[in-house]
């Protein structure tokens, strides 16, 4: 901004130079204050499209940090879920190997009871009526009964607990497998989430690409004005080199004065010209000098009333540094919202009927700083920053004091 500006008041500069001779020699190819003005407002108007692309990019790319953070999140968590299907799994394995274990035992049980039984008989190769017979006394009978009636008794014991065994262990595996069902279908609802984030991370990263690209286009148009900005600096070289004859200052308002330079700050002179963007002879006047007026209000004027065309909001400058003793509202008997500087050494400005004051009393404020808009505020008739200078608190003549200005 501050190269601007400043580069401004040296086209102002140029420009204004050259504009005399364009007068007297008209010459269709110049580039006029218009040309400037129109060229700054387009590459002001294309900061703040690019700009507000930046903003758009930084608060999309926060978006985006935030979904890729997310997405890692649900990433680890499908882990998770992965990896308690794969235990669970694991659980059901081991629970079928034990049921199968269990099943086998059965077999073997029931197996171990078939051959004893068979062999029982086999060996006693009679039926129990024989055994009866057979036996040398009924107690070796009762013996034999007992031991085939316990033998089978045993076993069934053993068979049926086996058979409880696996019926828990289907119970057990039963649970897991609805665990584990459960789990796959938790796994799915996140696959689902994790594709709908990582989709929403990638229309991101497009809108971020296009945002990227719309930034390269401003970009290269801010440069293609700024490259017309030179083409026109040059120009305006030229134009003012060919006609350096040092002839055809115009009139202007105050009319009396000749050979006034028309920069807005010149350096090396005491105060900075008040208009800060608007250079005295470019532009700027005097629509009502310092002395006395017939005027009902003041009868005197005590101060220089500077102005231009289309003068409302334009920027008003601390002709020297100092610091502010007054920054105020309201009417203040006819000098509206207005501002005292204070240089030392007895020296103060004042700057009245502003519209914006952008300063504070107590601020240190340097040569040539911004501290107010130009207004129509107080006993004014058409915006105008009137100026005064005072020595020990009474006004004098601003004149001199900007004779690098006004000639
Ligand atoms: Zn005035």
């Known amino acids: ?27 269709a190819a110049e580039i006029t204050q218009d040309d400037l003005d129109e060229l700054d407002r387009q590459i002001r108007e294309q900061e703040a499209v690019i700009a507000a692309i930046e903003d758009k990019t930084a608060s999309n790319q926060e978006y985006l940090d935030a979904l890729q953070k997310d997405l890692s999140l649900a990433e680890e968590k499908l882990q998770t879920t992965q990896a308690g299907i794969e235990e669970l799994g694991g659980q059901i394995d081991q629970t079928q190997e034990e049921i199968e274990r269990q099943q086998e035992q059965i077999d073997s049980t029931y197996a171990q009871l078939a051959e004893r039984l068979r062999s029982m008989y086999m060996n006693s190769q009679a039926s129990p009526l024989e055994m009866l017979f057979s036996a040398k006394d009924y107690s070796t009978f009762l013996m034999s009964m007992e031991l085939v009636s316990r033998t089978s008794a045993y076993d069934s014991k053993m068979i049926r607990e086996y058979k409880d065994l696996i019926d828990e262990q289907n119970r057990q595996k039963a649970e897991l497998e609805a665990q584990k069902s459960a789990l796959e279908t938790q796994r799915e609802q996140e696959q689902q989430e994790q594709q709908e984030m990582q989709s929403k991370v990638s229309r991101q990263k497009d809108l971020l690409a296009q945002l990227d690209a719309d930034s390269q286009e401003a970009t290269a148009i801010q440069q293609q004005l700024e490259d017309q900005m030179d083409a026109y600096e040059e120009q305006i070289r030229q134009q003012a080199a060919s006609g ?56 005197f004027h005590k101060g220089l009333d500077i102005t231009c065309g289309g003068a409302q909001g334009k920027r008003i400058c601390a002709a020297k540094s100092g610091t502010v003793i007054v920054a105020s ?35 240190q404020v340097s040569r040539g700083q911004f501290i107010a808009n130009v207004g129509d505020t107080g006993n004014s008739f058409g915006p105008h920053c009137h100026f005064e200078v005072r020595i020990n608190g009474d006004h004098t003549n601003p004149r001199p004091y900007l004779s690098a200005y006004l000639g």
């Not at 008997?333 to 300063?359: F, K, P, Q, R």
């Open 1 to 27: 901004m501050k190269r601007r500006i400043s580069r401004k008041a040296v086209y102002a500069a140029l420009a204004a130079a050259v504009f005399g001779l364009t007068l007297a020699a008209p010459c």
């Open 244 to 299: 350096s004859h040092g002839d055809g200052n115009p009139g202007n308002e105050d009319g009396g004065s000749s050979g006034g330079s028309s920069a807005t700050d010149i350096e090396g002179a005491d105060f900075a010209w008040p208009l800060m963007d608007v250079a005295y002879g470019s532009g700027a006047y005097i629509s009502s000098d310092y002395g006395p007026r017939t005027d009902p209000y003041t009868g």
């Open 329 to 363: 509202y309201g009417w203040n008997g006819g000098y509206g919202n207005y501002i005292i500087i204070d240089h030392g050494d007895g020296l103060s400005t004042l700057y009245a009927h502003c519209d914006s004051l952008s300063v504070s009393v107590g601020q």
